[in-house]
């Protein structure tokens, strides 16, 4: 058996993992739900192992003191290799899920070799090439935006020019809205054309397809619908920063629109499950809402990320991230997944039993984007910031120390709150609030040379 790496309990506390089966988690998000797999996982009486390349990438292995193996997580058959030992050993293996968008292919396919309930993992890797779930999806009568793929910059703008500026354009694999800009002219697609095909790497240094995706630019509100197996569980309002980037600011749970437009959005979300052999287990679908119907961004086979699963348990009493890790092990749900608040008192697009917590039924993250660049001198107010009415969770991306950089992506998203209310207005009002109690505070920037700049 190869050497699982134990962090010391955190000071002051018991031994917390149970004696049960090992799960193993292929990778994680740094942000978000992974530590929340790790925690469902021990409340199921499993032992988490995150199997990764560098578990110093994720602070809460040490604060929760979660068991680790080192591997080349990229290679999949050293996964298999040691998810077998695992499975071989005395303690056995219960299941292997990623919360990474990158690794959630893998996980299922080395999964179902061991005889594990998984997803069909060819199904995911289709989906995460975006060309070959835009084409799936299109083959299938789903709306998805006019799209073109393109590997030199000249092609991209000849593509963007067939379709019409503005566009959107992204890395064909991604997340986090890394690389994904909005061109409104040729000269836009071009250099932003230019910019992504010079990517050697992703943001984990894997090696990356210079090929990128010219899409027309869907215009309308943008929302996600979180489904489990082919239920839809609720319909998330999403919020995004200024253009020509999109990155996220925050979530409304549900999203406050009218009965007709949640069922609109469930059921496309539904079809291109459908359409791209999905449905097994929870997915992200995004879609923005146009004036003739709902249009597809992008599915996510996978659990949305960036605390959607904390707000939906805190609105709704769903704990999807529970759902997760029982399916994956083989467990029965501990309540039943597939119910969503009515929105403006609307019958709920699926059948399910909702069991609300405390939240009044209504939840919104807000997210605390980097105003601009530099060393973080001071994090003040997270404590402040929990304690506010409404709040079930803020956390703090950056530390004192670290250098803060501006990408367009999830990466500037520097702190978050969710918070409840009993409505979408007053958990809005609420989060943002208690996003304003956090202080990160950055050095001042040098002071520009003399001469430097001036006229
Ligand atoms: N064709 C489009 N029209 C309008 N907006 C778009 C389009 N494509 C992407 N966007 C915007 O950019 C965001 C990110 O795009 P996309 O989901 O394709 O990238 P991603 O890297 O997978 O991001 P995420 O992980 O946040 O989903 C979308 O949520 C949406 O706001």
């Known amino acids: 058996m190869s050497a699982t790496r134990r962090p010391d309990p955190p000071d002051g506390s018991d031994e917390q993992t149970p004696n049960g089966a090992w799960f193993a988690f292929l990778e994680s998000n740094t942000t978000g739900t992974g530590r929340e797999f790790c925690a469902a996982a021990r409340a199921r009486g499993l032992r988490p192992v995150l199997l990764t390349r560098d578990p110093d990438r994720y602070p809460y292995v040490v604060e929760d003191g979660i068991d680790t193996q080192v591997l080349d997580s990229a290679d999949p058959v050293a996964v298999l290799d040691r998810c077998a030992e695992l499975a071989a050993g005395e303690a ?57 793929s393109a590997e030199m910059p000249e092609e991209a703008v000849r593509a963007a020019e067939a379709i019409g500026h503005p566009v959107v354009l992204k890395p064909v694999s991604g997340s986090g809205s890394i690389g994904v800009r909005l061109c409104r ?146 467990l029965p749900p501990r309540t039943t997944v597939g119910a969503t608040a009515p929105a403006d008192g609307a019958a709920p697009p699926a059948g399910g039993a909702t069991d609300r917590t405390d939240g009044g039924g209504h939840a919104a993250i807000r997210f605390l984007p980097a105003a601009r660049e530099g060393l973080v001198t001071a994090v003040d107010g997270l404590a402040d910031a929990r304690a506010a009415g409404g709040v079930v969770a803020a956390t703090v991306a950056t530390a004192p120390g670290r250098t803060v950089g501006i ?18 207005a007053q958990a809005a009002q609420r989060a943002a609030a208690a996003g304003r109690l956090i202080r990160i505070e950055l050095e001042e920037p040098a002071e520009p040379e003399e001469g430097v700049g001036g006229r």
């Open 407 to 424: 990408t367009h992506s999830f990466q500037d998203r520097l702190a978050c709150v969710v918070a409840t209310g009993a409505d979408a």
């Open 92 to 148: 056995g293996l219960a299941g292997i899920a990623s919360s990474s968008e990158y690794f959630v292919a893998a996980a299922a396919r080395v999964a179902a070799k061991l005889g594990l309930p998984a997803a069909d993992g060819d199904a995911v890797a289709r989906c995460r090439d975006k060309e070959r779930q835009r084409e799936l999806l299109a083959a299938g009568g789903v709306p998805v935006p006019a799209f073109a």
């Open 185 to 330: 002219d040729a000269a836009e697609t071009r250099a932003w054309a230019e910019r992504l095909l010079d990517r050697g790497t992703d943001e984990r240094g894997n090696p990356v397809t210079a090929r990128l995706l010219v899409e027309a630019a869907v215009r309308g509100p943008e929302f996600s619908v979180e489904t489990f197996d082919d239920t839809v569980v609720t319909v998330v309002a999403k919020h995004t920063g200024p253009e020509p980037y999109f990155v996220e600011t925050g979530h409304d749970v549900p999203a406050p629109v009218p009965a007709a437009d949640t069922a609109a959005l469930g059921a496309v979300a539904l079809r291109a499950l459908a359409a791209l052999g999905l449905g097994w287990g929870a997915a992200h679908t995004e879609l923005r809402l146009t004036d003739t119907g709902p249009v597809i961004i992008e599915v996510n086979p996978r659990l949305a990320g960036g605390m959607i699963p904390v707000a939906v348990r805190a609105a709704l009493g769903t704990d999807l991230v529970d759902a997760v890790v029982a399916r994956a092990a083989g």
